[in-house]
T-cell receptor, first 113, second 113 residues
Framework: AAGVIQSPRHLIKEKRETATLKCYPI?????VYWYQQGPGQDPQFLIS???????DKGSIPDRFSAQQFSDYHSELNMSSLELGDSALYFC????????????FGQGTRLTVV | GDSVTQMEGPVTLSEEAFLTINCTYT??????LFWYVQYPGEGLQLLLK?????DKGSNKGFEATYRKETTSFHLEKGSVQVSDSAVYFC????????????FGKGTMLLVSP
């Protein structure tokens, strides 16, 4: 069965650079979520989109932005990167209309040096 | 706000031992409750869920019962295997079908042969 696809799997950036993370949800899923998991920490919700509109917002820094496109894939844009942004970034998708729970991708490991 | 509290790890067990990982929650209304498992270097996988009081979620020998009176959702398994070694996250969402999740800190389980 198709799963949530995230790219890239690993990314190394320098401080003050920008990064773009991509997420391709499970087909027919209408909702995408982004989470940030620091080393040894629990995942923290950043932002979500339902039918290409922002549906909920968590602890997303102002330096980050995200959007969901017409094909339902989503991108998380991160600017002015800081060392503390080093983390595992997960995307999850769910079918709100289908009433399915969230399925997570493998994550993108971002390292800021 | 919503919160989830899990017992701290690591939990170290011998193969075939009984497992309990405690989880309690604070939330308004009637949240849905989940257990996710994260194997090293991988994403989060849904292990089981319960959407209303007294529901029991079960999967792969793991069980958890939604106890509204004690606001708990403890994870149990009668006989653990080495392959169960992973980090287990308890999580809640505000209601069934709404999948923005609040996670606990995670509990690492280490099972030795």
């Amino acid at each position: 069965a198709a799963g949530v696809i995230q790219s890239p799997r690993h990314l190394i950036k320098e401080k003050r650079e920008t990064a773009t993370l991509k997420c391709y949800p499970i087909p027919r899923h209408d909702t995408v979520y982004w989470y940030q998991q620091g080393p040894g920490q629990d995942p923290q919700f950043l932002i979500s989109f339902y039918e290409k509109m922002q549906s909920d917002k968590g602890s997303i820094p102002d330096r980050f932005s995200a959007q969901q496109f017409s094909d339902y894939h989503s991108e998380l844009n991160m600017s002015s990167l800081e060392l503390g942004d080093s983390a595992l970034y997960f995307c999850a998708s769910s079918g709100l209309r289908l009433n399915t729970e969230a399925f997570f991708g493998q994550g993108t490991r971002l390292t800021v040096v | 706000g919503d919160s989830v509290t899990q017992m701290e790890g690591p939990v170290t067990l011998s193969e075939e031992a009984f497992l309990t990982i405690n989880c309690t929650y604070t939330a308004t209304g009637y949240p849905s409750l989940f257990w996710y498992v994260q194997y090293p270097g991988e994403g989060l996988q849904l292990l089981l869920k319960a959407t209303k009081a007294d529901d029991k979620g079960s999967n792969k020998g793991f069980e958890a019962t939604y106890r509204k009176e004690t606001t708990s959702f403890h994870l149990e398994k009668g006989s653990v295997q080495v392959s169960d070694s992973a980090v287990y996250f308890c999580a809640l969402s505000r209601f069934s079908g709404y999948s923005t999740l609040t996670f606990g800190k995670g509990t690492m389980l280490l099972v030795s042969p």
